[in-house]
């Protein structure tokens, strides 16, 4: 190494401007720093400095000023330059990068090589920062346009990326919180949803399995190289999206994207509708859905997907990045929360930081040697984990520089030696980060909450719902009470109805009303001699054919029995049974499923119900009766209910019961007639003593569907002498009616 010059005099020097303060790790306003690569990766630092004063008896009066000047500023590129190269050095092999250039990495000034590593805890500096402060140190750098292209958008604030298969109802309640969220912060966000293939559509096939031949580095590296990319085949024209023939563009905010968006069927299109309508009110916010299913032994490809999508221009640039399950839920002031978290961590070696706690990582080493330990520096808010899953996290883009904005393929034998293991995504990005020596957070706190802890769609068969309480969120932002109110406002939720063919077009009306409000849903055709189209294909929904022209799984004509078809195998918090011949209001399932769970012991809550009036259905003295149907005040469904109401018998197809508080049922040995589903569910509630309540509704929230009002059941069996029969039969049986009590919860509960 060189040696260094030094002045010739020091007492007459004056210090130096633009030289960085150690103490406050700031530059005077007179530096000038730039970010400019060295060939080996590291950075180099530049700055200006003021003429050093001169003694009058020194040689350098002898020198020209013009090339003492030079010499001058030549010496301080070389020191400065040589300062860098050790700097470089010691961050490529060894060292921690000087808290004093902290705010210089994050402000994207400086970049460190890329193998550079810790050797000591970073310096505790406690950061307190207004977001919008933070989110403008973060703010990357646009690439330059191409001669003759236009400027790239300005970067967003956040770029969310959402993992989603078969829960639209859930992806929406997310979605809505993000507007809510981001609007509350004032902060630009880009959200892309990518669907695992449960949209059902329907594709061209192909010649080439990708999944074998696909290796997202060697991928990266030939796009980045403008060369084709390994393994690709000839698809049909227009398919894929932006040349990706494995990902399509479903729905976007983006009016320019209107020619790119699929034209293909989809089954599960009804169900999308909430989701569909929320990202085309975003600008930049979209929808893709997979061409084939990923799950968890192919996610790392669907993750690779979701990397190379955020690349600009694909996606604007953005100053910090989130990747989130489709079950989360947002804390209130949650970009802020979440913007301040990160802020206060000191390391500039810091690459993730998790929002997420649940009860079976807290507190042990996941995939690394790491154990959990508190940052000093941000009071506890923020802990040192040494790990990261593949959600539930955020970053900047260097955590996708690193991955080269694509994920490595992960050997299928891993799941041959162990069948029950999971998709191994977290696990990677995990131990090859702490292989390169980047810093892995976890707030203290949650910033999200996990409303469906115990049902996994990608390891649904290996997690049970025993699982639920090491899955729970724990320390949600908002408070615990506030968690529990999430869990009971997004039960799960299966739907079931019978139909009859005479129905078939009302049927299609009934299902896609619900769709996009359960989680499951149950349909049991009774008479019918073909299946469907509308109900082939589409994930979460389930046909059973009552048998009569096929092995359908049915036996037999069940009537209105057939809704109960499930009853005895339920496994989610709430059943609901439903008619085919009823629109139900968009916000059916949640109003119901709310007015269930304000009453303090179990009930089960309808839109339709009955009174039976004992002395009309067994007068005294042994006169003639009335009979079932004469012996009833109705609330009708379609009508106004302006309070609720304790009644005997809930029509079914307005009922909905937590699965609990029932138990199992038997569509055969409990409704031992058919199409009186009604009557023998009221006499199962009699000798339970569960309380019937209908909820109160406007006229008009539920509608019949036009032209089915004659073919009702109701409307068929009123007028028929033998149903009248053995429903009054049955109710008589059941007398005295009582209504049960059913108390609404107070403020405190």
């Known amino acids: ?229 390994p393994g690709a085949a000839a698809f049909p024209p227009g398919e894929g999206y932006a040349g990706d023939p494995y990902l399509h563009l479903v729905a976007s905010g983006n009016a320019s994207d209107a020619n790119r968006e699929l034209r293909r069927p989809c089954a599960s299109s009804m169900r999308y509708a909430r989701v569909v309508d929320a990202v085309r009110a975003q600008p930049s916010w979209r929808l893709f859905t997979a061409r084939y299913r990923h799950g968890r032994r192919r996610y790392w490809h669907l993750v690779a997907t979701a990397h190379r999508l955020l690349r600009p221009p694909s996606t604007r640039a953005a100053r910090f990045y989130l990747f989130l399950p489709d079950d989360d839920r947002l804390a209130v002031g949650f970009f802020s929360k979440a913007t301040a978290a990160w802020t206060s961590i000191p390391s500039s070696r810091k690459m993730t930081l998790l929002l997420h706690i649940e009860a079976s990582r807290e507190a042990v080493p996941v995939w690394t040697d790491v154990a959990p330990k508190p940052v000093e520096a941000t009071g506890g808010a923020v802990v040192e984990v040494g790990w990261v899953e593949s959600g539930n996290f955020m970053t900047t ?126 349909v049991y055709l009774n008479d019918y001699d073909a299946m469907p189209r509308f109900l082939v294909g589409v994930p979460g929904l389930t046909v059973v054919w009552a048998g ?17 078809f499930w009853a005895a195998n339920l496994t989610t918090d709430f059943h609901f049974t439903v008619d085919d011949d009823i629109v139900y209001p968009p916000d059916y399932v949640a109003t119901l499923t709310a007015f269930a769970d304000a009453h303090v012991q179990p009930v089960a809550v309808g839109a339709h119900g009955i009174k039976v009036i004992p002395e009309k259905l067994s007068p005294p003295g042994g006169r003639r009766g009335a009979g079932y149907y004469g012996s009833r005040e109705v609330w009708m469904g379609v009508d106004e209910v302006s309070d609720a109401v304790g009644v005997h018998i809930l029509g079914t197809g307005t009922l909905a019961y937590r699965v609990a508080a029932v138990g199992p049922l038997d569509a055969v040995a409990d409704f031992p007639e058919p199409n009186m589903a009604d009557v023998w569910f009221g006499v199962l509630a009699q000798r339970r003593r569960l309380p019937l309540v209908v909820a109160p509704h406007g006229g008009g929230w539920l509608r019949e569907v036009g032209g089915t009002a004659v073919d009702s059941l109701y409307g068929r069996f009123t007028v028929r002498a033998r149903a009248d029969r053995l429903q009054t039969r049955a109710a008589k049986a059941a007398m005295p009616w009582v209504v049960h009590p059913a108390a609404l919860r107070g403020a405190g509960g």
């Open 1 to 229: 190494m060189a040696s260094q010059s030094r002045a010739p005099s020091t007492d007459g020097v004056r210090r130096r401007r633009g030289a960085i303060d150690e103490n406050s790790g700031l530059h005077s306003p007179q530096a000038s720093v730039s970010d400019r690569r060295d060939a080996n990766g590291g950075f180099a630092v530049t700055g200006s400095s003021s003429r050093p004063a001169r003694s009058p008896t020194s040689l350098l009066d002898r020198i020209p000023p013009s090339t003492l000047r030079g010499a001058i500023l030549l010496q301080a590129v070389l020191i400065m330059l040589l300062a860098g190269a050790h700097v470089v050095t010691l961050l490529g092999g060894r060292g921690e990068l000087p808290t004093f250039l902290s705010p210089l990495v994050e402000g994207g000034f400086l970049r460190p090589a890329a193998s550079a590593v810790p050797s000591s805890p970073p310096t505790r500096v406690t950061t307190s920062v207004r977001l919008e402060t933070e989110l403008a140190t973060a703010k990357p750098s646009p690439p330059s346009p191409a001669p003759g292209q236009a400027p790239p958008p300005p970067p967003v604030d956040f770029a969310v990326t959402i993992y989603t298969y078969n829960r639209p109802r859930l992806l929406a309640n997310l979605l809505d919180d993000i507007a809510r969220e981001a609007a509350a912060a004032n902060v630009t966000v880009a959200v892309n949803i990518l669907d695992d293939a449960s949209l059902g559509c329907v594709f061209q096939p192909t010649d080439n399995n990708v999944f074998d031949t696909w290796d997202g580095f060697a991928e990266a590296e030939a796009a980045t190289a403008g060369r084709p990319r």
């Open 397 to 522: 883009a260097r955590f996708l520089d690193e991955f080269r904005w694509s994920f490595r393929r992960i050997d299928p034998s891993r799941w041959v030696r162990n069948p029950p293991i999971s998709s191994g995504v977290g696990a990677e990005l995990s131990t090859f980060l702490h292989r390169r020596r980047w810093r892995l957070y976890r707030t203290h706190g949650s910033l999200l909450a996990h409303v469906s802890p115990a049902v996994s769609q990608m390891n649904a068969p290996f997690r049970s719902g025993s699982a639920d309480a090491t899955h729970r969120t724990l320390r949600f932002a908002d408070g615990q009470a506030a968690y529990d109110a999430l869990l009971r406002r997004t039960p799960s939720v299966t739907a079931s109805m019978a139909s009859t063919y005479r129905r078939e077009a009302a049927l299609h009306a009934a299902v896609g009303s619900l769709l996009p409000q359960v989680d499951a849903l149950n």
């Open 548 to 564: 009569e022209f096929g092995d359908g799984g049915g036996v037999g004509d069940l009537g209105d029995r057939g809704k109960f």
